[in-house]
């Protein structure tokens, strides 16, 4: 079950980034199923019970998302207030006879889309969260990130030999014929290039965290209290056949990163990794042999960097034509928010609601406001906006939580979840990478493991012991 779990969130990737009907709907099927096979047992030894610890936080991120979600469809009942598309269902009376009844929702059909893979994220959370209770599923759920990162990045590349990047499969990006001589950033697997520098970053961090985590088999040895698993260890000892492979993919990754040319994707992951390198770092600067092995790292990713940073990352920083564009957009959002602030216009709703107000100046037709919470709020409307971001931080806070009380042999998984979703949802930000389902999938997988692994149980109770062994 933990494999099958595993191999469809992270290869969730591949087709184009599950963001066509054709991708996702078959994986929220999959989701569906599995959940309904770990609330058995199956897969899990305690499959979905909830410990006392962690029951007001998961009774409250419970209620938040059932609220989220029937609001989500009270948009499209006709029992709701008339809203601020009330008007276009009165221009489609006068103008074809008859209409449907004034709904908030000005696309139900999209936001029956958008309500499937909500509910799908919050399966994956949960799911997650049952399987990775033991450590060891947790640490693969990592090296699952990172193998998909690599086959992404890899794939990014070989089209960028082949086809100069402007090819996804035979999805051509571009608007217009193709000939050789033109160029596309680099994108791997997903069409957007921001998407794709969002994938890579969180890949980097899961490679960092496997590279900074103890071992498993001296993680399993009983120390003396104050005696660390670190203390008086060689680099030597410490670079093993596993983390040779993860320094090989470090470059990978990161070249890939920095062929996007993404500024937000780059800066989100270098908050990211460093969010990480404080969390695993706390305290441990007393151990020589933990710094030099950080140092190390961090002196690698600095190489890497300042040997691949191309000409398009500068270029595109300086340029700042995408910029003014996303400014309009954000301010024909705020529009949209005004003209209806408390019901919305219905999750899906953004991109009818924005053809209605588009600026002349932009002639390319837009469905994203670049940036995701603006648009949560665009079509949440401010009531259930606030619950459906609490959905998000209360998870993120859990895993910084873990992160900050847990014992340092069990530290590195919550922190690596905290930074593996923080760099998708600060790039949000910005972009609307969180959106993409292969994207929205691994970060709800990582906050379930994140979750899962803040609440071990040596930290439930100080007056109980048990051997390390049977630690989860």
Same mark, same amino acid.
């Given at each position: 079950?933990?494999?099958?779990?595993?191999? %469809?969130?992270?290869?969730?990737?591949?087709?184009?980034?599950?963001?066509?009907?054709?991708?996702?709907?078959?994986?929220?099927?999959?989701?569906?199923?599995?959940?309904?096979?770990?609330?058995?047992?199956?897969?899990?030894?305690?499959?979905?019970? %909830?410990?006392?610890?962690?029951?007001?936080?998961?009774?409250?991120?419970?209620?938040?998302?059932?609220?989220?979600?029937?609001?989500?469809?009270?948009?499209?009942?006709?029992?709701?207030? =008339?809203?601020?598309?009330?008007?276009?269902?009165?221009?489609?009376?006068?103008?074809?006879? &008859? *209409? $449907? *009844? @004034?709904? @908030? #929702?000005? *696309?139900?059909?999209?936001?029956?889309?958008?309500?499937?893979?909500?509910?799908?994220?919050?399966?994956?959370?949960?799911?997650?969260?049952?399987?990775?209770?033991?450590?060891?599923?947790?640490?693969?759920?990592?090296?699952?990130?990172?193998?998909?990162?690599?086959?992404?990045?890899?794939?990014?590349?070989?089209?960028?030999? &082949?086809?100069?990047?402007?090819?996804?499969?035979?999805?051509?990006?571009? $608007?217009?014929?193709? &000939?050789?001589?033109?160029?596309?950033?680099?994108?791997?697997?997903?069409?957007?290039?921001?998407?794709?520098?969002?994938?890579?970053?969180?890949?980097?961090?899961?490679?960092?965290?496997?590279?900074?985590?103890?071992?498993?088999?001296?993680?399993?040895?009983?120390?003396?209290?104050?005696? /660390?698993?670190?203390?008086?260890?060689?680099?030597?000892?410490?670079?093993?056949?596993?983390?040779?492979?993860?320094?090989?993919?470090?470059?990978?990754?990161?070249?890939?990163?920095?062929?996007?040319?993404?500024?937000?994707?780059?800066?989100?992951?270098?908050?990211?990794?460093?969010?990480?390198? !404080?969390?695993?770092?706390?305290?441990?600067?007393? +151990?020589? &042999?933990?710094?030099?092995?950080?140092?190390?790292?961090?002196?690698?990713?600095?190489?890497?960097?300042?040997?691949?940073?191309?000409? #398009?990352?500068?270029?595109?920083?300086?340029?700042?034509?995408?910029?003014?564009?996303?400014?309009?957009?954000?301010?024909?959002?705020?529009?949209?928010?005004?003209?209806?602030?408390?019901?919305?216009?219905?999750?899906?709703? !953004?991109?009818?609601?924005?053809?209605?107000?588009?600026?002349?100046?932009?002639?390319?037709?837009?469905?994203?406001? $670049?940036?995701?919470?603006?648009?949560?709020?665009?079509?949440?409307?401010?009531?259930?906006? =606030?619950?459906?971001?609490?959905?998000?931080?209360? @998870?993120?806070?859990?895993?910084?939580?873990? #992160?900050?009380?847990?014992?340092?042999?069990?530290?590195?998984? @919550?922190?690596?979840?905290?930074?593996?979703?923080?760099?998708?949802?600060?790039? +949000?930000?910005?972009?609307?990478?969180?959106?993409?389902?292969?994207? /929205?999938?691994?970060?709800?997988?990582?906050?379930?493991?994140?979750?899962?692994? #803040?609440?071990?149980?040596?930290?439930? /109770?100080?007056?109980?012991?048990?051997?390390?062994?049977?630690?989860?």
């Amino acid at each position: 079950m933990v494999a099958f779990f595993l191999a %469809v969130v992270m290869l969730a990737a591949v087709p184009m980034g599950a963001n066509r009907d054709w991708a996702w709907a078959p994986l929220c099927t999959l989701f569906g199923l599995m959940a309904i096979a770990v609330a058995c047992g199956i897969g899990g030894r305690r499959g979905l019970a %909830v410990a006392e610890i962690e029951r007001r936080p998961l009774l409250a991120l419970t209620c938040l998302f059932l609220f989220m979600l029937a609001f989500a469809l009270w948009q499209m009942s006709a029992l709701a207030p =008339l809203a601020g598309d009330a008007w276009l269902f009165r221009r489609a009376a006068e103008i074809l006879g &008859s *209409a $449907h *009844a @004034p709904i @908030p #929702a000005v *696309a139900a059909d999209l936001a029956r889309n958008s309500l499937l893979r909500c509910i799908a994220c919050g399966l994956v959370f949960l799911i997650a969260r049952a399987l990775c209770r033991d450590r060891n599923q947790a640490r693969w759920l990592l090296i699952a990130l990172a193998a998909s990162g690599v086959l992404v990045v890899a794939y990014g590349l070989a089209m960028q030999v &082949s086809t100069n990047a402007c090819y996804v499969g035979t999805y051509l990006k571009m $608007h217009h014929e193709f &000939s050789e001589k033109q160029y596309c950033l680099m994108s791997g697997t997903f069409v957007n290039s921001n998407s794709f520098a969002c994938y890579a970053g969180m890949s980097v961090i899961a490679v960092i965290a496997l590279l900074l985590s103890g071992e498993r088999k001296r993680s399993q040895t009983s120390y003396s209290y104050g005696y /660390g698993e670190d203390d008086d260890r060689r680099f030597i000892d410490w670079l093993t056949g596993a983390r040779v492979a993860q320094l090989a993919a470090l470059p990978l990754l990161l070249g890939g990163l920095l062929f996007s040319a993404s500024r937000a994707g780059l800066a989100a992951t270098a908050i990211g990794v460093c969010a990480f390198g !404080f969390l695993i770092t706390r305290g441990r600067w007393k +151990s020589q &042999s933990y710094f030099a092995r950080a140092l190390f790292v961090g002196l690698a990713i600095s190489v890497v960097v300042g040997l691949i940073a191309g000409e #398009a990352l500068i270029a595109k920083f300086a340029g700042a034509d995408d910029t003014w564009a996303r400014l309009r957009i954000w301010q024909t959002s705020l529009q949209m928010i005004a003209l209806s602030p408390w019901l919305g216009w219905g999750l899906g709703g !953004f991109a009818d609601a924005y053809a209605i107000l588009q600026p002349g100046s932009i002639l390319q037709p837009n469905d994203l406001a $670049h940036s995701t919470p603006l648009e949560v709020v665009v079509e949440l409307g401010v009531l259930a906006a =606030l619950p459906a971001f609490a959905v998000v931080l209360i @998870p993120w806070s859990v895993c910084l939580r873990g #992160a900050l009380k847990r014992r340092f042999a069990q530290r590195y998984l @919550p922190a690596a979840a905290f930074a593996i979703a923080g760099v998708p949802i600060l790039h +949000s930000t910005v972009d609307f990478s969180l959106q993409m389902p292969a994207i /929205g999938f691994v970060v709800s997988a990582s906050l379930g493991m994140g979750w899962a692994q #803040a609440f071990g149980r040596r930290d439930r /109770g100080q007056e109980h012991f048990v051997a390390e062994r049977e630690i989860g």
